[in-house]
């Protein structure tokens, strides 16, 4: 850890998105600032509050921001796959529901098809029997009418 030899003790502010984080020491680690010269003068790191006998934990700040920002996200992630597996659970209901509704027009349907079926055949019944008197009085004048003719 190079760095970590290369930076000396800044500010140690407890606050902040690191006061999530703990060295080996189970210590919350203290945000320091690269003081030496060179590529990382500035840049901001955690690490061990026991420095320089260090347990060797070291985080710049930028990297805890980013876990940070991933374990949000992936929580985020997890929320949004619990509610679509609660909305999932809640619409089989609701198929399950509409399914069982279904079955029963459908049986109501085939009942009132039959029951249409059944008073079609009285009627059809009841007029072939209107059409027989019908023609039996019609026969009967017929006959009638040729008797007296003759």
């Given at each position: ?57 070291f ?20 929320t ?32 009132v098809?039959?029951?249409?079926t ?21 026969s009967?004048i ?5 008797f007296?003719?003759?």
């Amino acid at each position: 850890m190079a760095s970590q030899n290369s930076s000396a003790s800044g500010s140690s502010q407890n606050t902040g998105p690191g006061n999530h984080l703990h060295c080996y020491h189970n210590e919350i680690p203290p945000l320091r600032v690269v003081r030496f010269q060179g590529p990382k003068m500035g840049k901001r790191f955690y690490g061990c509050s026991f420095w320089p006998r260090t347990c060797g934990f070291f985080r710049w700040a930028d990297e805890v921001n980013d876990e940070r920002e991933m374990r949000f996200l992936l929580l985020e992630k997890d929320t949004k796959i619990a509610e679509l597996e609660h909305e999932i659970d809640m619409l089989q209901l609701k198929l399950k529901e509409v399914e069982t509704k279904n079955a029963e027009l459908e049986d109501l349907v085939h009942e009132v098809g039959i029951e249409c079926t059944e008073r079609r055949l009285i009627m059809e019944s009841a007029s072939a029997d209107k059409k027989m008197g019908f023609y039996l009085v019609a026969s009967w004048i017929l006959f009638a009418i040729m008797f007296w003719l003759v």
